[in-house]
């Protein structure tokens, strides 16, 4: 889909459908009326008939008047006086998935009038481009043509007040790029795990470098892993005829001597929980036990895509955690990179141990903040359902950025405490720590054990297990939390 940005009117825009907003008792927005005058009165004309009152989430398809004019579509907006940012997501959503669901392959959309009182006109863009970006994703690689109904909608043109052109055009292109990287991550996420383990993440890796000349790329295989003494990564990986990964994308787009932020994902690319085995009911969803490095993947995609002037280091820890006569056993101990060691008590706790190693690895970056992103535990969506990421860590500067990025992107995190008491909960009685803590406070406790592993660095944790994708008749990956990471790089880049 392709968008762009005029200051034309819309009643020159030949596009197949006219968007103007009507507010509640039929009072047409400017751009409703100049079209209104040109259809002679054609849209106040089906409004007087009763079809609709402008009501908050409706839509009145007024059909072109004959072949090559293009329609109208009235987009009810409410009540002038509580058109707030709730009912403006609410009608790019509406909006969305009308344009999606027609057959006509253009739109224009006259945007300038549909600010909500509480946010600005970018705000609106990337409402407007995420709602579209997310109504026209499809994930139908592996389905028979007969199956597929592609989304005929190619071209959209935002109209625009002259002296709001500025402003729409970057917040256009910037919502492009975050809808380009959260697409990517959902299709990482939706690929089937035989054809996604931990060499194919790999492997689009090395594509995203193949695309960007400011890209560099390092994979460590299992024998760079040994080497290194990554021991938890190996022994998550142990069960499975797919060995192990450690990826980084090193992204300098600013100084060399400025210090990266490092994003670390969680790329379990099956989980059945290894020999603690995990019940089979919704088993196939373990494979999106990955979605945090595809978040990563997606994120430094969209940042290489702005070429954004900070230095940002992408980096993917990758294993299949599977029960094989060679898997790790409840009661094993291993020496971590850190050198710490971990008395692993369950081996459904993997996601911490391939964390707990690229986190001491990612110190060699020296980096001016650390945030890993990982679907760690079971217990984040008895917390938090699945609205909501918990954000924990080290820094409270780093999780306010976080928390307010998440509002700004709609993309929204919690802080949950990370106090020295829970850690607790973590003692064994013959290693350095075990890498469960019980049932209580199961997120928590998740971090507490990363915490350990991160304390040279501010740091920060986004447990996703809730929000990276949804079950049921809508099963697929969200490309969650990509736009909440975009949106704090990009506040990190106009702090410059
Ligand atoms: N990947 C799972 C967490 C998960 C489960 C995310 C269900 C989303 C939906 C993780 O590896 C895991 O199994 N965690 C365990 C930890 C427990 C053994 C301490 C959990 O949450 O049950
Ligand atoms: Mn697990
Ligand atoms: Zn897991």
Redesign the pocket.
Known sequence: MKFSVTAAPITQDKARLRVVGVFRKRKLTRAAETLDEVLDGALSGTLKAGESDGDAGSTLLIPAAAKGVPGTVLLGLGPRKEYDAKRARKACRTIAKLLTERPGDSAALAIAELVPSDQDLRWLVRTLVAALGDAAYRFDAYKGKEDVQPVRLQRVDLHVNEDQLEDARQACQQSEAIVAGSNHARDLGNTPPNDLYPEALAESALELAKQHRKLKVTVLDEKDLEELGANAILAVGRGSEHPPRLVALDYRGAGKGEAPIVLVGKG?TF?T?GI?L?PGDAMD??K??MCGAATVLGVIKAVAELKLPLNVVGVVTSAE?MPDGRASRPGDIVKTLSGQTVEIL?T????RLVLCDALTWVERFKPKAVIDIA???????VALGHQTSAVLGNDADLIDALKKAGTASHDRAWELPLWEEYQEQLKSNFADMA???GRPA?TIT?ACFLARYAENYPWAHLDI??V?WKSGKEKGATGRPVPLLMQYLLDQANAK
């Not at 459904?348 to 996601?351: I, L, M, Q, R, S």
């Not at 679907?375 to 969506?381: F, Q, R, S, V």
């Open positions: 379990i989980d929980g603690s995990k969803e373990m999106y036990d955690n369950n459904d706790a993997e996601g679907t760690l535990t079971g217990a984040c969506i890498n469960i803590g199961g998740a297990a809730g990276a």
